[in-house]
């Protein structure tokens, strides 16, 4: 299981490889309002920023003991998601020598099983975080830096042409997905567009 170390490891690693290692990594608070109408613009310098990945989801409610089995085997509830809505939000704050240090904090939204509607978070691959972390280096050169790399065409908010022919491929439970119920799922702009 990705665990928030495993994130803030390979985001050290690779935002020290981009240059920006000024730029610190943090869980996103509980106190901060996640409804997406609420966050069009920033706020106190944080501006927010979505990122869908594909992840794997098992609930920890379905593992239960077969007693018709003599094996006891397990059966367990999982699924697959490219919806897994990852939430960032950013901002640069100057530290007490003066220098600007940039802070991220980041959410990753859960999803509900089908079986029996318990909640869980998605675990991302190692690639799948290196992928998430390089679209967000793009995004805080644009947004900070004012600096738009060949790459940089990622509209957060209309996916990519090949990514939305993929996606749209793949059902979704929005109703069992707190990204879409706070309007941050990627889900949402892609069942507009169908």
């Known amino acids: 299981m990705a665990t928030f170390h495993t994130f803030q490891r390979i985001f050290n690693s690779s935002f020290q490889f981009y240059g920006l290692s000024d730029w610190l990594l943090e869980l996103m608070p509980d106190n901060v309002n996640l409804n997406h109408s609420n966050n069009k613009?920033?706020?106190?310098?944080?501006?927010?920023?979505?990122?869908?990945?594909?992840?794997?989801?098992?609930?920890?409610?379905?593992?239960?003991?077969?007693s018709h089995s003599s094996s006891k085997s397990r059966k367990i509830s999982s699924w697959s998601s490219a919806f897994t809505t990852i939430l960032f939000r950013a901002r640069l704050d100057q530290s007490h020598n003066g220098q600007l240090i940039g802070r991220i904090q980041m959410k990753i939204f859960e999803q509900g099983c089908q079986t029996c509607n318990m909640y869980s978070t998605g675990v991302l691959e190692e690639k799948e975080i290196k992928k998430t972390f390089y679209r967000l280096y793009l995004w805080i050169l644009k947004t900070f830096y004012n600096v738009r790399l060949v790459d940089n065409d990622d509209d957060q908010d209309e996916p990519r042409r090949q990514e939305h022919i993929q996606q749209t491929k793949i059902s979704h439970d929005s109703s069992r997905c707190d990204g879409c119920r706070l309007g941050w799922c990627k889900a949402l702009y892609t069942n507009r567009n169908k």
């Open 41 to 66: 613009q920033p706020s106190n310098g944080w501006v927010f920023r979505r990122h869908n990945a594909r992840s794997k989801f098992t609930c920890p409610n379905c593992t239960e003991l077969n």
